[in-house]
């Protein structure tokens, strides 16, 4: 194996992603496109059915809502997790059954609520008073999980606060909950996105059991748990392939919880190497005779779907024809006359010097949150295409 | 006046505004809403003539690309810089001369630059070798300006070295251009986005026109500058008034620029303070029985429209129909189910502790970069709406 295989091996190109590597190289794309593998996510959800053994599998819509990608999930039996009405309607008109959709927001309108619970979905989260009394007024005896702030994680992205209560909160608002006439369930957290190793999980999954214990001394008779999301794709530093990953984390949730119920809500690890982004260079040029990186400008950028490289926190892989001859550092930027529309500069990317306007570039495990994230054409140029195989 | 009547003016809501506060009093929306005054777009462009006494104004599209606003401009006879093939065909659509608008975005499609060409464009930027080529390939014989890098000035959002070239660069770039077969007719630079203070123009002109006169004196006849964009517009720090502004930004230029051709490029200036959104509250809480400060969400947040509260770079005023009464502290985010949607933290914004779910939020001078910013449909929200008054 040469240095150069070694390479790609390493960065996921491999049999896996012939189908799109074969695509991609047999299509003229007139603008930035996202290619996507149905085969690929298929794949992804057999690994985690296998894996993460009985627990109930809630895909992330967020993360890709290609109607191609809800149904084909929903007709191999995968469950949906909802954002907003809009998702709902999404997998409800790609033939998710309702029972099978969870409405994860904690952030509802109660319009929205209404029209889920008539929908028929079963399902809501919470983590305020003032939401759970919008769910009892317009999901009536709904059932309920409430989401919890965990301390953050190794993840690449940790989560924010904005999301959960804190745990000495959480006997208080399940009994809210019951005082209300809904089902509280169980308790729902976030390990972060992007944890790259199922080891990661092992300080969250103790804060979990520990409010758990707290809660069910407290009489709370709780059998849900959702483990949220956060399984990762490569992104430049390795992971655990996703059975061996699904299977690690089932095993730590089966060691502290028991016999509960699981439920999980994979986003990225569900379609991020489902997808490849073909691109084009625009320009590469030195700003001074004396300057030591490149500037590649390529026509896909922050607000055409590569809106997670903000701060550089997610790492793309970019492939080009010339990889394996003499590169050097560039600093990428999008397309837009945005000023913050800058990929990687602080950490500089390296590629080929042979580099020209013209050349394709092609960017790895774009599958997850890309052509969702992208505006609405910004500056003119359209969003992220998308093109399923 | 009472302390609240005062602390409206000063944030900007006063007769001006009246036709937007009646027209959102007088609705009912279903979704976050810009609405836009188109009179106020129209006197914000005679302000900028008057002031800018001679230059050619070019409104930059990107700031806000509604077809009534470019419609309403074209007609009063502002000219437009575009930063796309979509910007381009919109402005043309729309009743522009292509003379009168210039392509402005330095790293362009080869295809699009024909585009433009063959539509009529006579005018674009430039601030690599490479790019000089494509246009000099694709539209022969064509004007170009340089963008050239200044140092930071104190804007509130003060630019990367994305665009421009280095200042010791710039002869060799015009002596290219002129052996490409293309008409280097003279210099662009930024000031930066969002520049309060007429007076934050003096170094960065000064470091123009030192650029300038060596370009004249290496036998360079250059005779236009474009002056670019940074005109402000109210988010809580005061500004100069539009008129008073460009007038004195004039000056400054005439001062060392003697009696060249002269255009400008407001954005943000032209239209932020003609919008407002409507929004609306969806929870408020407090995470823990101790937390110092509410967390309140709005049903408009980073992907549906507010994407430069970034770093909490620009600061919304937000208003409230409990205005005046008890207020503290909040951390504002958005809807989605991300953790980043979070729209202030580090610098709390002080609403009023009454304020509930399903409550109106007004937020001021939303007109530029706002609805262009939006995404496709993160989370399966719909990116934000417009209603043009």
Redesign the interface.
Same mark, same amino acid.
């Given at each position: 194996m040469t240095a150069h295989a070694t390479d790609r091996a390493l960065r996921g190109t491999n049999s896996r992603t012939s189908r799109l590597d074969a695509a991609i190289a047999a299509t003229t794309f007139d603008r930035p496109t996202l290619v996507l593998d149905l085969d690929i996510v298929e794949e992804n959800f057999r690994a985690l059915e296998r894996g993460l053994d009985g627990a109930m599998i809630h895909y992330?819509?967020?993360a890709n %809502?290609a109607p191609q990608v809800i149904e084909r999930l929903a007709s191999i039996g995968c469950r949906f997790d909802? *954002?907003?009405?809009?998702?709902?309607?999404?997998c409800l008109s790609m033939g998710a059954r309702p029972e099978h959709v969870s409405f994860?927001?904690?952030?509802?309108? %109660?319009a929205d609520i209404a029209f889920a619970y008539r929908a028929g979905l079963q399902l809501f989260a919470a983590? *305020?008073?003032?939401?759970l009394e919008?769910i009892a007024e317009n999901a009536p005896g709904a059932s309920v999980y409430l989401r919890v702030?965990v301390e953050p994680s190794g993840a690449d992205?940790p989560?924010?606060?904005?999301?959960?209560?804190?745990p000495?909160?959480v006997s208080e608002l399940l009994s809210c909950a019951r005082a209300l006439g809904l089902d509280p369930r169980g308790l729902s957290f976030h390990v972060g996105?992007q944890t790259r190793k199922a080891a990661m999980w092992t300080h969250t999954l103790d804060q979990v059991a520990a409010i758990w214990d707290t809660a069910r001394a407290d009489g709370h008779d709780l059998d849900l748990l959702n483990i949220g999301g956060g399984f990762p794709a490569f992104h430049g530093e390795e992971v655990d392939p996703l059975e061996t990953y699904s299977r690690d984390v089932m095993a730590q949730v089966r060691a502290r919880f028991g016999d509960v119920a699981v439920m999980a809500e994979p986003g990225r690890g569900m379609v991020a190497d489902s997808g490849a982004i073909a691109a084009e260079i625009?320009?590469?040029?030195?700003?001074?005779?004396d300057?030591l990186h490149r500037?590649v400008?390529l026509?896909v950028g922050r607000?055409s779907g590569l809106?997670e490289t903000?701060g550089e926190a997610i790492r793309y892989q970019f492939e080009t024809a010339h990889d394996g001859e003499e590169s050097g550092p560039c600093i990428l930027?999008g397309?837009?006359?945005?000023?913050?529309?800058?990929l990687y500069?602080k950490r500089p990317v390296s590629l080929p010097l042979s580099l020209?306007?013209?050349d394709r570039v092609v960017i790895r495990n774009c599958g997850a949150y890309t052509?969702?994230?992208?505006?609405?054409?910004?500056?003119?140029?359209?969003?992220l295409d998308v093109m399923v195989i």
């Open positions: 992330a819509v967020k %809502p909802a *954002a907003s009405r809009g998702e709902i309607e999404l994860g927001n904690t952030i509802k309108r %109660p983590d *305020a008073e003032e939401e919008k702030i992205w989560l924010t606060r904005k999301f959960g209560c804190a000495a909160r996105s625009l320009l590469v040029s030195r700003k001074g005779a300057d500037w400008y026509d607000f809106a903000e930027a397309p837009s006359c945005d000023s913050v529309d800058v500069e020209r306007a013209g052509s969702s994230y992208a505006s609405v054409g910004f500056n003119g140029f359209p969003p």
